[in-house]
C-alpha cells in the first residue's frame, strides 16, 4: 500500500506558470520528501520538509506540510520547459526499524515551451 | 546518479531463467534498497539491506531475494523469473542519519518474455 498519494497524476501547463501538486499520506512521519524523475532516469531528491516545519523553501520549489491534515504540496513558481518531469513524496515514518521511505505514485508534470 | 551503478542496464530474458541485478556503490553507504517501478504503482520496494550480510524483504519481496556480501554491492536475484517482473528496477543507497535522504541509481529495465 501506498502512503504517500499524489494528487493531480497528470499536470500540464505552460511555462511561466506556476506547478502546485499535492500529496495526502496516512501515518505520522518524521519527515516528507519530493523527488524528481526525468524520463528514464533515476529519482532525484529535490527538497525534505521535517514533521516540525510547515513551509521550506528551496529556489523556485516550495513545499509546505499540514500535518492536521496529513497532506503537502509541492509548488514549483515560474516553471520550465527543463521541469517536465515525474514528480513524487516520500514518507520517512516513525516506527521505521527499515529505514524505508514509502513513496507516492506520482504526478506527472508537462511544461509547455 | 551520485556513485551507483546499475548493470546490466537492459535485459530481456525468458520466463523461467535466473535473473542477477547488480548494484555497485562507490559512497560507502550504509543501507541499499532494491525497488521496482511499474505504471499506476509508483515506486514499491522489494528489499533492503542495513549492513553487509543483513537484509530484509520490503512491500513485493516475493520471487526475490538479495545479497550483501561487501559494502559496496547489493545483487537482486530472480530465482524464475516471471512475465509479472517485467518492470523498471532501481537500486538506491542512504547514509539514514537524521534525514534519511535516498540517492538513486540509473534503473535497469528488465523485461521477462
Known amino acids: 500500500s501506498q502512503q504517500g498519494e499524489e494528487d493531480p497524476q497528470a499536470l500540464s501547463i505552460q511555462e511561466g506558470e506556476n506547478a502546485t501538486m499535492n500529496c495526502s499520506y496516512k501515518t505520522s512521519i518524521n519527515n516528507l520528501q519530493w523527488y524528481r524523475q526525468n524520463s528514464g532516469r533515476g529519482l532525484v531528491h529535490l527538497i525534505l520538509i521535517r514533521s516540525n516545519e510547515r513551509e521550506k523553501h528551496s529556489g523556485r520549489l516550495r513545499v509546505t506540510l499540514d500535518t492536521s491534515k496529513k497532506s503537502s504540496s509541492l509548488l514549483i513558481t515560474a516553471s520550465r520547459a527543463a521541469d517536465t518531469a515525474s514528480y513524487f513524496c516520500?514518507?520517512?515514518?516513525?516506527?521505521?526499524?527499515?529505514?524505508?521511505?514509502?513513496f507516492g505514485g506520482g504526478t506527472r508534470l508537462m511544461v509547455k515551451p | 546518479d551520485a556513485g551507483i551503478t546499475q548493470s546490466p542496464r537492459h535485459k530481456v530474458t525468458e520466463t523461467g531463467t535466473p535473473v542477477t541485478l547488480r548494484c555497485h556503490q562507490t559512497?560507502?553507504?550504509?543501507?541499499m534498497y532494491w525497488y521496482r517501478q511499474d505504471p499506476g504503482h509508483g515506486l514499491r520496494l522489494i528489499h533492503y539491506s542495513y549492513g553487509v550480510k543483513d537484509t530484509d524483504k520490503g512491500e513485493v519481496s516475493d520471487g526475490y531475494s538479495v545479497s550483501r556480501s561487501k559494502t559496496e554491492d547489493f545483487l537482486l536475484t530472480l530465482e524464475s523469473a516471471t512475465s509479472s517482473q517485467t518492470s523498471v528496477y532501481f537500486c538506491?543507497?542512504?547514509?539514514?542519519?537524521?534525514?534519511?535522504?535516498?540517492?538513486f541509481g540509473a534503473g535497469t529495465r528488465l523485461s521477462v518474455l
Open positions: 559512497e560507502n553507504h550504509r543501507y
Open positions: 516520500a514518507t520517512d515514518s516513525y516506527n521505521n526499524a527499515g529505514n524505508m521511505l514509502t
Open positions: 538506491a543507497i542512504s547514509n539514514r542519519g537524521r534525514e534519511n535522504i535516498q540517492y
